[in-house]
């Protein structure tokens, strides 16, 4: 099957915006490529396996690419693209050079090829990322395995703001919590927060797609009875219009988000609401530039920032509710 292929050349903060536009203009697929300094240290305690292929994007940018079927009108698809992009200003995203290119591709280019770069990851002490196609044994009974199959969709995990997730879920996690995980994309900290021991997780996007990804990787995990995936947003749930069995009772002792720092800031009254005295919000998906106003926002709806974990250009906070 021959797919048309829309690249977007731009930068890293702009990249989960811009693969969401691609998505809503009904892209079957995005992938995404950003620099990549191979002369780098690496930190190998955990004995993470990174096996990047090199490539020659800029530092701090990154390059797009939307799968469509062949027959859609693309330029109508470019248009509403170009136009979405330009709105990015509004909010104090720098979309970099946005240049837009069009080819060809047949479905073996995209769709498979870029599994071999993702192997078996240790993202913490006791969480280790396996692809579903990858074989891989635990090196000791603390670890635990995350089986994932992130489509073309969604992250494998190595993006900071994940792992930055991960690990900071693996320090605020008790054996029993009831957690909600707003935007799941995949759902990898859903699991993650099962496997580290929650009772149960909420788990909700307002995209579809995710929800299905999310859905698919939770019955990876063998996790049905422990993970519920709602098509949702927090603010639903709260005023109880979700329409589907929550299985978690609010308020509730951990919630994470991991998406952009400009979603953050409109529903952080929301969590302050959804969490128990003492409870704990993680926060990321924070590009460096917003982190003040993150930091800001969560100090005035009544949160003390207990940590703020960073790892590249990223931010995550843990904040506690007074």
Not at 58 to 75: H, K, N, Q
Not at 114 to 120: A, E, G, R, V
Request: with cysteine.
């Amino acid at each position: 099957m021959i797919w048309k292929e829309i690249t977007i050349d731009t930068t890293e903060e702009a990249v989960e915006m811009i693969t969401n536009f691609l998505h809503e203009a009904g892209a079957g697929g995005v992938t995404i490529e950003e620099y990549v300094d191979n002369d780098k240290p690496r930190d190998t305690s955990l004995g993470q396996w990174f096996e990047i292929p090199p490539n020659d994007i800029p530092e701090g940018e990154a390059r797009i690419s939307g799968y469509f079927p062949d027959g859609t009108d693309i330029d109508s698809v470019i248009a509403t693209v170009k136009e979405r992009i330009a709105e990015l200003a509004e909010y104090d995203i720098d979309a970099g050079r946005a240049n837009i290119a069009v080819k060809d591709v047949s479905e073996d280019d995209w769709a498979n090829n870029w599994k071999q770069y993702f192997k078996p990851i240790r993202v913490s002490e006791q969480l280790t990322i396996k692809p579903t196609w990858e074989e891989y044994a635990p090196e000791s009974e603390k670890e635990k395995i995350i089986e994932l199959d992130p489509g073309m969709a969604f992250g494998t995990g190595t993006h900071p703001t994940t792992s930055l997730c991960l690990r900071t879920l693996e320090g605020v996690i008790q054996q029993g919590d009831e957690v909600i995980d707003v935007g799941t994309g995949s759902g990898i900290l859903a699991i993650g927060a099962s496997k580290l021991g929650a009772a149960h997780v909420l788990a909700l996007d307002l995209d579809p797609v995710a929800v299905s990804s999310a859905l698919e990787n939770t019955r990876l995990n063998g996790l049905e009875d422990r993970i519920t995936v709602v098509e949702s947003d927090l603010l639903s749930v709260l005023k109880q219009e979700a329409g589907a069995e929550l299985n978690v009772k609010l308020p509730v002792r951990v919630v994470v988000a991991n998406i952009l720092a400009e979603i953050i800031l409109l529903f952080i009254d929301d969590v302050y609401e959804a969490l128990q005295p003492g409870g704990y919000y993680i926060a990321s998906g924070i590009y460096k530039n917003k982190e003040q106003a993150v930091e800001e926002a969560l100090l005035a709806a009544g949160f003390e920032i207990k940590e703020t974990a960073r790892e590249e250009e990223w931010v995550a906070f843990v904040a506690r509710k007074r």
